[in-house]
């Protein structure tokens, strides 16, 4: 079984920053893409940042959005804040279990962050 476990989002005024964090835990073989998305009420889910050998950022958070990376651990640094960032954000894996070994999608259960205007 492979979790991923967000932390970090929460309520900021406009100008502001967040760090969310995801742990991926279980029985991992290895990790590729880790990353970020997000959803706004009534809008799709859309890519914020994914890293594996380079960082790839949505056009709106290049500049003020950092994601880094530790093994099985993925990071979001979210400076500058904007009202239209407000979003249930999920961390994303791309993991090969060792019960299957075949690369699948995983996901956490989101996390939200709302900024203030």
């Known amino acids: 079984q492979v979790q991923l476990v967000e932390s970090g989002g929460g309520l900021v005024q406009a100008g502001g920053s967040l760090r969310l964090s995801c742990a991926a835990s279980g029985n991992i073989l290895s990790a590729t893409t880790m990353g970020w998305y997000r959803q706004a009420p009534g809008k799709q889910r859309e890519l914020v940042a994914t890293i594996f050998s380079a960082p790839n950022y949505l056009d709106s958070v290049k500049g003020r959005f950092t994601i880094s990376r530790d093994k099985n651990m993925v990071y979001l640094q979210m400076n500058s804040l904007k009202p239209e960032d407000t979003a249930v954000y999920y961390c994303?894996?791309?993991?090969?279990?060792?019960?299957?070994?075949?690369?699948?999608?995983?996901w956490g259960q989101g996390t939200q962050v709302t900024v203030s205007s």
């Open positions: 994303y894996a791309r993991i090969t279990a060792r019960t299957t070994w075949s690369p699948d999608d995983y």
